[in-house]
């Protein structure tokens, strides 16, 4: 699985970003590419596909045992922000495309909605916040950028990614305008 190659090389670069400035960001977007397929690791470790364990920011949270692991951290939650996102407009709630809780089952379709969206905002909101803290306000800006170009890629080519591009682009025109209403 690719997402274990970039995983790994995030986790090489964070180790080296205390003597190497330019390593944290890179780690962040290696983990932000490892992030979007991540959450599928479901499928291989027999936990029923749309596992609650993988898909929310229970795997970010992880990586955020330790400082060192902040770019590893910001990166994933990016990631399984923008799969979150995608996964929030399945063909059909139902069976395969619910949340499975371990020892409970399937939270059924609203419950599902909400497991998706609370957590792709909150895995979106995290991965800037913990960007923006572990590098310059410059270096997050294009880290952030990059990652929303990686996001674009990756919703475009995703099952339910299109409507997640729509409701970013709603949500981006809305933030822009309350910003010019503002001022």
């Known amino acids: 699985m690719q997402a274990f190659g970039f995983l790994l090389l995030a986790a090489g670069l964070a180790a080296l970003a205390a003597r190497f400035s330019w390593a944290a960001a890179l780690a962040i977007?290696?983990?932000?590419?490892?992030g979007t397929t991540l959450?599928?690791?479901?499928?291989?470790?027999?936990?029923?596909?749309?596992?609650?364990?993988?898909?929310?920011?229970?795997?970010?949270?992880?990586?955020?045992?330790?400082?060192?692991?902040?770019?590893?951290?910001?990166?994933?939650?990016?990631?399984?922000?923008?799969?979150?996102?995608?996964?929030?407009?399945?063909?059909?709630?139902?069976?395969?495309a619910t949340v499975k809780l371990p020892g409970a089952g399937s939270i059924g379709p609203d419950a599902s909605y909400w497991w998706f969206a609370i957590n792709?905002?909150?895995?979106?909101?995290?991965?800037?916040?913990?960007?923006?803290?572990?590098?310059?306000?410059?270096?997050?800006?294009?880290?952030?950028?990059?990652?929303?170009?990686?996001?674009?890629?990756?919703?475009?080519?995703t099952d339910g990614g299109w409507w997640a591009l729509m409701l970013f682009a709603g949500l981006g025109w809305l933030a822009a305008r309350g910003r010019r209403l503002a001022q």
């Open 29 to 34: 977007l290696a983990a932000a590419w490892a």
């Open 39 to 96: 959450p599928d690791l479901d499928l291989y470790l027999g936990i029923g596909h749309r596992s609650g364990l993988t898909h929310s920011v229970l795997p970010a949270a992880l990586a955020c045992w330790h400082r060192r692991g902040f770019a590893v951290a910001a990166g994933l939650a990016l990631g399984i922000g923008l799969h979150l996102s995608a996964d929030l407009f399945p063909n059909a709630m139902r069976g395969f």
């Open 120 to 157: 792709a905002g909150v895995a979106l909101v995290a991965g800037t916040a913990l960007a923006c803290l572990i590098t310059t306000p410059r270096v997050a800006a294009l880290v952030l950028i990059a990652a929303a170009a990686m996001g674009l890629v990756y919703l475009y080519r």
